[in-house]
């Protein structure tokens, strides 16, 4: 049986498009600008000792990371200094202080125009379309150097990245985009070290080479605890012990029980809660509760985050060893709870001795229920609107849940939700 004509242009049209897919259609570029192997970073002076503190960025990206946290190792490492406090608490003795912001702009041009998407259409089928896509990063950092209270200098920098790849699956596209990012990064945090090291060329500093003490054990945790500046505790205020342990919550019940017991405030189940805690701004970040014996951080993360990155957030704090201390978790949903307040301060129910940025905070509550509709449902406190919730996760609605409803989420949707993570740490 013959080919008609027009069957023969076909076929050697498809021939075609499956010769040009595999003579090479997979590729990848990465361009950097300023390249960070253009730029010198031998220290020409010893700056001693030095204190990174952060600003709230104005743009974030969150495969990026945390840049005042590169930015304070790669200074570490760099021998500028003799010694790089990050996070820097209040009684660090430091030479200069760098109050560093980092902004991170994310531009995909995935190329538009008409031809190109009819073009991509007609090859679909193939294993991968023989087409660029440019991604775009802008880098920023500005750091305000400070010489005791003193603003003395700023150092500003901006770096350009860009990736541009044919169609990779999607793990080899993000093992892509995290080297193109921690190039750019490298870049970003040579050109600050440049203006940095220029500066320090200027002065006359004469080390704080007074060792920070380290806490390392939980005596030392406990002393350091006892020392910190604290109101007398009234004599009628009772001790209460909170779980500490993320348990299955097999119903709401237990959570109500809970509330009611201790008294705490819940605008859906205890409008009159009244539990206020003890609290005492230790002034280094955290914040004590006498009566619950717990220690929180006074802000909390500055992005809200899904739920794996909550506790990669709380892995990080641990290994920063947050105010002394490395035995940071996520709260339960107890502990979370103690929180809430009747009255209002700044907008949430929350003490005011506590940031008002985090108003809906992760618990570490992930509740296995039995039904086979339901998987891993997790619960949360909003300050803002002062309740426990408990996220459903369920494959259909779940039972008594509308899908409209905030609190409902479809299998796997509920750890990708964004919330805060206000940490806690039990006292010993």
């Known amino acids: 049986m013959k080919m008609r004509k027009s069957e023969k242009i076909v076929v050697v049209l498809l021939s075609s498009l ?81 109050d560093s912001k980092f902004d991170v702009l994310f531009e995909p041009n995935m190329g538009g125009n008409l031809g190109k998407a009819f073009a991509i259409g007609i090859t679909l089928f193939l294993l991968e379309p023989a087409f660029w896509f440019d991604y775009d990063y802008t880098l920023s950092g500005d750091v305000d150097i400070y010489k005791g209270d003193t603003k003395t200098s700023v150092a500003k920098a901006t770096t350009n990245a860009s990736m541009s790849i044919k ?81 299955v919550l097999v119903s709401e019940n237990r959570m109500k029980n809970v509330i009611v017991k201790y008294d705490f405030y819940d605008s859906m189940i205890n409008e009159s809660g009244s539990f206020q805690g003890e609290l005492v701004d230790n002034g280094n970040g955290t914040v004590t509760d006498n009566v619950t014996d717990l220690m929180w951080q006074k802000d909390g993360s500055r992005d809200n985050m899904n739920y794996s ?9 641990n290994r920063e060893k947050f105010a002394g201390y490395y035995d940071w978790r ?19 129910r929350i003490d005011p001795v506590f940031s008002s940025r985090q108003f809906d905070c992760w618990s570490s509550n992930i509740v296995n229920t039995i039904s086979s509709q339901s998987v891993n449902d997790i619960w949360r406190v909003s300050f803002e609107t002062g309740d426990v919730k408990l996220m459903r996760s369920c494959v259909t609605p779940c039972p008594g849940q509308k899908s409209s409803e905030s609190n409902w989420a479809i299998s796997g949707d509920v750890f990708n939700k964004q919330y805060f993570v206000r940490a806690v740490r039990t006292l010993q």
């Not at 897919?21 to 030095?50: D, F, H, R, V, Y």
């Not at 003799?82 to 003795?93: A, I, N, S």
């Not at 996520?330 to 949430?348: C, F, Q």
């Open 167 to 247: 169609f990779l699956s999607f793990a080899e596209t993000v093992k892509l985009e995290s080297e193109t990012l921690q190039k750019g990064k490298e870049s970003l945090y040579k050109q600050i070290f440049v203006e940095v090291d220029r500066y320090c060329k200027s002065l006359k500093l004469g080390s704080l080479a007074e060792k920070r003490p380290e806490i390392t054990t939980q005596k030392e945790q406990k002393k350091a605890v006892a020392q910190a500046p604290k109101r007398d505790i009234q004599p009628d205020l009772k001790k209460i012990t909170l779980s500490s342990t993320p348990f």
């Open 309 to 317: 990155y909550a506790q990669d957030y709380i892995n990080k704090i």
């Open 18 to 98: 499956l010769l040009f897919s595999a003579a090479g259609c997979t590729g990848t570029q990465i361009m950097i600008t300023p390249s960070p192997e253009s730029l010198q970073t031998s220290a020409s002076k010893n700056c001693g000792i030095a204190g990174v503190k952060e600003r709230p960025a104005d743009k974030v990206y969150g495969p990026a990371g945390y840049l005042v946290q590169g930015f304070a190792d790669f200074l570490d490492r760099s021998k500028l200094f003799d010694k790089v406090y990050y996070p820097l608490r209040p009684d660090d003795k430091v030479d200069l202080t760098l």
């Open 330 to 348: 996520l709260p339960t949903i107890e502990e979370l709870a103690s929180l809430l307040r009747k009255k209002k301060s700044s907008g949430l």
